[in-house]
């Protein structure tokens, strides 16, 4: 195997290997291997003559796209640091990014996204070559470290969003584990909705896709019409998502019979799967929908279930080869098998540390190489990951513990929920209430009654919700993972 030390040599090996097998599907349209290591010159010739640098940041506003991934990859080429942003953000929000990283200049794909030519119109951005490029940031000073790949930012589901460093390195290990572990060939054909944007769907989807040789269908936004049309009708192998999406390919498919497809596995990510959806979605697709762990500051991924062992359980597999996992209690002392504790991971896939933020660096960067990942977990006999949720999303209640994941759970069982999410309320003394906030299925609404007696069946009373709010949608970030500090927000109005 060849060994790679820059994520833009991905694309040019295949296209020394492969040079005519299909790479990207990108509106109708096929690019070979050759094309994309064109394109990817191409891109890198317009950075470099607009002044790019190695150790610049190079920021990137754009929906999924052969430009996009061409850009990645010309930024690895000249040794910038690409940050990826989805232009569905606020411009408060993408401003706050730009300013944090630095960059010393912003790019728009506006061919693809309204959201993005809005932004490029609003910093007086200029065409050139199909792009739009904002004006150049003189006072953009390079970094020296030359090892990192990309500037991620999180998408702050719980708070204020911080910047990611990871490196080729790290960026490369999980590709190539990625595909490795999901037995990837040059014969395959992946679904591309996720956006590249998110470090799920940059590494997993898109960097262990091609990095296998194999070709990538990308779509820029996600809906359940596009998911069906692309699972019946283009022919793939599989399909890659959040939780969410599969809830809402349930909703929008209905009581139908199994799809016909060429898939041979499907996987979820990003966000807890709870067993009633995945139990739909393996009925639905014919195929067993496996799970994974994963979290920016990993690159992503620390554990998935394998092909071939699918499992029937919550867990999230053992951590992938390269990787360690230890559950630790509040010391950082090991704690039994079968007790909740914090996950810290170890392993080649981990961040750098957090741009321009030692103090938020070493909260999470422990002695000995470890990442304290923020989640609670406990691990079962056979080494697999069990996550039972975030430990600054434990709600306190009357002294006892509640698990968001675990109300969520019951929630997502009943049949007339589509997906759920449970926050804390302070109320007095340092006690908290259960609140749960539910997306319900148009077709069959629940009412509040119905499901207080449906948890109220299936819950200790301590872990009962106190209220049950109905919404049309949960606030969600682009990638499907759901916004719970704005609902938090939104029960402290309560």
């Not at 609404?445 to 709010?469: C, G, Q």
Request: glycine residues 8%; aromatic residues 6%.
């Amino acid at each position: 195997m060849i060994e790679l030390s820059c994520i833009d040599a991905i694309a040019r090996t295949a296209a020394a290997r492969t040079p005519d097998a299909p790479a990207l599907v990108d509106g109708g349209r096929t690019l070979t291997f050759r094309d994309l290591a064109h394109l990817v010159d191409r891109r890198a010739g317009q950075l470099r003559a607009r002044g790019v640098r190695p150790g610049d940041r190079v920021l990137l506003a754009s929906e999924n796209c052969a430009d996009q991934i061409a850009l990645i990859f010309a930024a690895s080429t000249i040794g910038a640091w690409i940050v990826n942003v989805n232009p569905r953000l606020t411009a408060p929000e993408l401003d706050a990014i730009r300013d944090h990283a630095g960059a010393r200049i912003a790019l728009y794909t506006a061919a693809v996204s309204a959201e993005a030519e809005a932004h490029a119109a609003r910093v007086g951005a200029t065409f050139d070559d199909g792009l739009m490029v904002g004006p150049l940031n003189e006072a953009c000073e390079p970094e020296r470290d030359d090892g990192v790949a990309a500037l991620v930012y999180t998408t702050g589901t719980t708070g204020k969003p911080k910047g990611v460093m990871l490196s080729h390195r790290s960026l490369l290990f999980v590709a190539a584990v990625s595909s490795r572990l999901r037995g990837l060939t040059p014969a395959d054909r992946a679904w591309g909705v996720l956006p590249i944007s998110h470090v799920y769907g940059l590494t997993s989807v898109m960097l262990g896709t091609l990095s296998a040789g194999a070709c990538l269908h990308l779509a820029p936004r996600f809906t359940p019409e596009a998911m069906l049309a692309a699972i019946r009708d283009d022919g793939l192998s599989i399909v890659q998502g959040v939780p969410a999406m599969y809830a809402r390919l349930l909703e929008h498919v209905g009581d139908t019979a199994p799809l016909a497809s060429h898939l041979r596995f499907a996987y979820a990510g990003g966000s807890p799967l709870d067993p009633a959806l995945k139990a739909a979605v393996e009925r639905l697709l014919q195929v067993p929908l496996h799970n994974g762990y994963g979290l920016s500051e990993a690159a992503p991924t620390v554990s998935q279930t394998r092909l071939d062992a699918p499992r029937t359980d919550t867990s999230v597999g053992q951590p992938i080869p390269g990787v360690e996992a230890r559950v630790v209690d509040n010391d950082g002392r090991d704690v039994a098998d079968g007790t909740p504790g914090e996950l810290w991971v170890r392993g080649p896939n981990l961040m750098r540390g957090y741009y321009r933020d030692p103090q938020a660096t070493a909260a999470a960067l422990r002695p000995g190489g470890w990442l304290n990942t923020g989640d609670m977990a406990t691990i079962g006999p056979d080494g697999a990951l069990f996550i039972v949720g975030r430990t600054k999303e434990l709600i306190l209640r009357s002294g006892f513990n509640v698990f968001p994941l675990e109300v969520e759970t019951v929630l997502n069982a009943h049949p007339g929920v589509t997906q759920s999410a449970v926050v804390g309320r302070f109320v007095a003394d340092g006690n908290e209430e259960v609140i749960a906030y539910v997306q319900p299925d148009p077709r069959r609404a629940p009412a509040e009654a119905e499901l207080r007696a449906w948890t109220a069946a299936r819950l200790a009373p301590y872990k009962r919700p106190a209220r049950i709010v109905m919404l049309d949608a949960l606030p969600a970030a682009a990638n499907g993972k759901v916004l719970k500090h704005v609902l938090k927000d939104m029960a402290a109005r309560l």
